[in-house]
């Protein structure tokens, strides 16, 4: 679209497009990954008592990865449309438009297992912990706690680590794409 110097409402209908839509998605995706897995979380973990914090993760971090989940797909779904060539050469890898993709799709993995698996497992342990904390009146890190609240433990640490890791995998993933994005953008269009 060429440069308006007056704005009408043609003008403005023509700002709505598929690579606009393309680049807001991103940017919306982008910052929600970022703000939620690296500063709010922490912000909530450094004020809250940690049950309310593990409340609140347990609430605020399936938003995020359905966020995630649901943008990556419309994005990997928009990327393959506008770059056919990424179904013919989707067995190499290392072709630019299919590096993309294969990110796009990663990021969906990453934030599709978090919500479908890993949190549902990690809440319920998580849970679990708070109750048998209630119940025995002693926090799990209180010396001389029950095998089972020291089993459970493990078990949310090791949920905990897999979130983590799969949340980092999500958060290169999208990282990679937007560096793209800012160096190439979306190039060619099969729209245009």
Do not use: A, H, K
């Given at each position: 679209m060429p440069h308006a110097e007056y704005l009408s409402f043609s003008t403005i209908r023509g700002l709505c497009t598929l690579d606009a839509l393309y680049k807001l998605t991103f940017a919306f995706v982008f910052g929600a990954t970022l703000w939620v897995t690296f500063i709010a979380g922490f912000i909530a973990l450094a004020t809250l008592p940690r049950r309310q914090f593990g409340s609140l993760q347990a609430r605020t971090t399936p938003v995020l990865f359905k966020?995630?989940?649901?943008?990556?797909?419309s994005l990997l779904a928009i990327?393959?449309?506008k770059h056919p060539e990424v179904l013919e050469r989707a067995s190499e890898p290392t072709h630019s438009e299919v590096a993309q993709a294969y990110a796009l799709a990663a990021s969906a993995v990453f934030s599709g297992f978090n919500l479908t698996y890993v949190l549902?497992?990690?809440?319920?342990?998580?849970f679990a912990r708070h109750k048998l904390e209630r119940e025995e009146r002693k926090s799990y890190t209180d010396p001389g706690v029950s095998p089972r609240m020291k089993d459970l433990s493990k078990q949310f640490a090791m949920w905990h680590t897999i979130n983590s890791l799969a949340s980092i995998g999500l958060v290169v993933c999208i990282l990679f794409h937007g560096l793209w994005l800012s160096?190439?953008?979306?190039?060619p269009s099969a729209s245009n």
């Open positions: 966020i995630c989940t649901v943008s990556s797909v990327w393959v449309w549902p497992n990690s809440r319920r342990v998580m160096n190439f953008g979306l190039g």
